[in-house]
């Protein structure tokens, strides 16, 4: 069964460092979303790119935050430097295209921030 | 007020109950509507997809949704120890905007 691939599963580091989290889509899914998701709350956007083409990044903390998908297929998410407030889980999610909302997740990366 | 609403519980029913999940939204341009399980420190696995108001029936799963009302429901049936999970409703505008709104989830429990 196709799934949504997300490394690393979990991820410790101090403030002010740099992190980076990776993930593959279903294959053919032309549409990517990451989503960050706080303990005890639902997930919320941070970025969706349809092929590579960043589609809406409004909640994505510029400053700090930036996600790439060069080819079209994977996608990294980076932060830098990291605070302590970005611990929370850093979910990836796809779908067919931008008409299809049945979108798929990955397991998540859990990121501690010390 | 958040454009989703949904009581996080916790809920407790003993094993073979039926389960009765909700939300309320705010937002009349909603047009899909999602029901998600996730399991503690997992994704979210989607469960139930619905278009426009109605119900749609899977196994042991109803959906129910009713825009009149802006509300929309899960009904979990003969539930077991395994259904435990937290329950995430999800809604989108559909379209370019296909990002999803969740609410909080409710945490079940199912005791045998």
């Known amino acids: 069964e196709a799934e949504v691939a997300q490394s690393p599963r979990y991820k410790i580091t101090e403030k002010s460092q740099a992190v980076a989290f990776w993930c593959d889509p279903i294959s053919g899914h032309a549409t990517l979303y990451w989503y960050r998701q706080i303990l005890g709350q639902g997930p919320e956007l941070l970025v969706q790119?349809?092929?590579?083409?960043?589609?809406?990044d409004s909640q994505l903390p510029k400053d700090r935050f930036s996600a790439e998908r060069l080819k079209g297929v994977d996608s990294t998410l980076k932060i830098q430097p990291a605070e302590l407030g970005d611990s929370a889980m850093y979910l990836c999610?796809?779908?067919?295209?931008?008409?299809?909302?049945?979108?798929?997740f990955g397991p998540g990366t859990r990121l501690t921030v010390l | 007020q958040k454009e989703v609403e949904q009581d996080p519980g916790p809920l407790s029913v003993p094993e073979g109950a039926i389960v009765s999940l909700n939300c309320t939204y705010s937002?009349?341009?909603?047009?899909?509507f999602m029901w998600y399980r996730q399991y503690s420190r997992k994704g979210p696995e989607l469960l139930m997809y619905?278009?426009?108001?109605g119900n749609k029936e899977d196994g042991r799963f109803t959906a129910q949704v009713d825009k009149s009302s802006k509300y929309i429901s899960l009904f979990i049936r003969d539930s077991q120890p395994s259904d435990s999970a937290t329950y995430l409703c999800a809604m989108s505008y559909g379209g370019s905007q296909g990002n999803l709104i969740f609410g909080k989830g409710t945490k079940l429990s199912v005791k045998p």
């Open positions: 619905t278009y426009s108001s």
């Open positions: 790119f349809q092929d590579e083409s960043v589609v809406d």
């Open positions: 999610a796809s779908s067919r295209g931008l008409a299809d909302n049945e979108q798929f």
């Open positions: 937002n009349s341009a909603f047009q899909y």
